[in-house]
């Protein structure tokens, strides 16, 4: 598995059912232009794995599943020092 850049291009809230409490995001290869989906589960992160719209991402995409996306790191974190001012 190559590492991949993209950035998120849209979130469907209902991945997992009704209650849409676990969505699923579209990330958009950056190289290729190709869209693979993933669940919350996927991003990497310490804390509240939430990703935005347009944020910046690295991704891995599995052998076995070439339309999802796995290992989802967001590159544009806030500054922890910020919330601490």
């Known amino acids: ?12 809230p209902y991945g997992s059912g009704s209650t849409g409490r676990q ?6 290869d950056g190289e290729t232009g190709t869209r693979h989906s ?3 589960a ?10 935005r719209t347009g944020e910046r991402v690295r991704f891995t995409v599995p052998a076995d599943d070439p339309e999802r996306a796995a290992y989802v790191i967001r590159l544009d974190l806030p500054d922890i020092e910020d919330y601490y001012r």
């Open 42 to 51: 996927d991003i990497v992160t310490e804390g509240f794995r939430t990703i």
């Open 38 to 40: 993933f669940m919350y």
């Open 23 to 28: 969505g699923t995001y579209i990330v958009e």
């Open 1 to 12: 598995m190559s590492q991949r850049f993209g950035h998120i291009v849209d979130r469907m």
